[in-house]
């Protein structure tokens, strides 16, 4: 086990590394300058040629750019993401502030989709072929095709606006969470409720379930105590997986509810096409992910030990 977790830390500082190098390439062969682009973004009227070579030096855009690669991961690898084009304020400020309203929200929609994949996976397992299992997957198939910001937009109008339940624009704190946080959920909670019927419905054919058969157990009893943990790795390796989706959602979702998160501040920020502020949400976003899929990994290998070994 230990070295099974040695393996996996060092892949995930490997990706990490990875990720990192990719998006300063990607910043680097953006089309424009960036100085220009800073000097825009701050509300200089005219940006002279003197003044874009002034910045450009005084960034270090002048220098090699293997030297600018080794900079930009030393400053990432010290916390340091820069400075915002727009505010002038540090990056890994600017995005910690905003950041716990985010995670509240997600760990809120996080919590919400595996309670309903779990009641829909189960239910659709439960009545296989018949009216249950069918219900439970076109309510799946909805969920997955409509978009997360048609469902924000009616839900604002009808629950908020109309009928006066919540607010139109969320704190974000735990009291306003739910109506975003349940709009932010539905899509990975279909997803992960077919990915659910499929893990139940295949543990169904073990032959240790014959013997319980025989035994004369019931098919609820089966269902949650023999199919449902043989069930579960596929499941949880699924959810770390849909983790990033969450937090990729999210900026769609805290626009809509004018939710005070990093995700409406990174939309700003494309707006105003404030480059450091986009990287930062891109590394925080490879940064939950490669966590999320270490503990999803770590969690598996102790529910199925075969795992350690791969």
């Known amino acids: 086990m230990i070295s099974f977790v040695i393996r996996r830390l060092a892949q995930s500082a490997g990706t990490l590394l990875g990720g990192a190098v990719i998006t300063f390439v990607m910043l680097a062969a953006s089309p424009g300058d960036p100085a220009e682009r800073i000097l825009a973004a701050q509300g200089k009227e005219s940006v002279t040629p003197t003044a874009v070579a002034a910045l450009r030096t005084e960034l270090g855009l002048d220098r090699p750019l293997l030297a600018r690669l080794w900079s930009y991961l030393r400053d990432v690898l010290t916390g340091d993401l820069g400075?915002?084009?727009?505010?002038g304020r540090p990056v890994i400020d600017e995005l910690g502030s905003r950041l716990p309203a985010t995670l509240r929200l997600t760990v809120a929609a996080l919590g919400l989709a595996i309670i309903a994949s779990l009641v829909l996976g189960l239910a659709a397992a439960w009545g296989s072929g018949r009216l249950l299992d069918h219900v439970s997957r076109l309510l799946s198939m909805v969920f997955l095709v409509v978009p997360s910001f048609l469902l924000g937009v009616v839900a604002l109008d009808l629950v908020v606006v109309r009928s006066g339940v919540g607010v139109v624009i969320s704190d974000g704190q735990w009291g306003t969470v739910l109506?975003?946080?349940?709009?932010?959920?539905?899509?990975?909670?279909?997803?992960?409720?077919r990915v659910l019927r499929a893990s139940l419905l295949g543990a169904r054919s073990a032959p240790f379930l014959t013997v319980s058969r025989a035994r004369?157990?019931?098919g609820l009893r089966r269902l949650l105590?023999?199919?449902?943990?043989?069930?579960?790795?596929?499941?949880?390796t699924i959810i770390g997986i849909e983790v990033a989706v969450l937090l990729g959602g999210a900026p769609i979702v805290e626009s809509i509810f004018s939710w005070p998160g990093v995700g409406r501040f990174t939309v700003q920020a494309v707006g105003a096409r404030d480059m450091p502020v986009i990287v930062g949400f891109v590394m925080i976003s490879i940064a939950l992910f490669v966590a999320a899929s270490l503990i999803v990994d770590l969690v598996n290998a102790a529910i199925d030990p075969r795992l350690r070994g791969r």
């Open 83 to 87: 400075s915002s084009w727009s505010t």
């Open 179 to 193: 109506l975003p946080a349940l709009i932010l959920a539905v899509g990975s909670a279909a997803s992960w409720s």
């Open 216 to 218: 004369g157990t019931t």
């Open 225 to 236: 105590v023999h199919e449902l943990p043989n069930s579960l790795p596929p499941f949880v």
